[in-house]
């Protein structure tokens, strides 16, 4: 056994024995998120982002088949959203919806 594999380290690892992994793991989900598909983050927008990367953080390990039944299913009961309907004719938001 090295000198490497006996040290622990403590001060990525809280007492309850949880540690910041996930957070790196979301992190790194969002970043590629941002350089594959949206390329440009408007603080406008930011409230959209973090809900599609909380949606897509929460079902990242479901099956394509529930997946789609989750999207087709939140579709068929959400009503028509103010903020994003006609956007293409000029209808944006108002204003910032987070404060950056």
């Known amino acids: 056994m090295s000198q490497c594999d006996e ?9 309850d024995g ?3 992994k996930l957070a790196e793991s979301y992190v790194s989900r969002f970043r590629r998120f941002h350089i594959g598909q949206i390329q440009k ?11 599609e990367m909380a949606w897509r953080e929460d079902t990242r390990r479901w099956r394509n088949g ?11 009961r959400a ?19 987070l404060a950056v």
Do not use: E, M
């Open 41 to 51: 983050v408007a603080p406008k927008y930011l409230d959209h982002y973090a809900n």
């Open 66 to 76: 529930d997946i789609f039944r989750d999207i087709v299913g939140k579709c068929a």
């Open 7 to 15: 040290f622990t380290f403590p001060a990525f690892r809280a007492a």
């Open 79 to 97: 009503l028509v959203s103010r903020n994003c309907c006609g956007y293409w004719q000029g209808n944006h938001r108002p204003g910032d919806g």
């Open 18 to 20: 949880t540690t910041n």
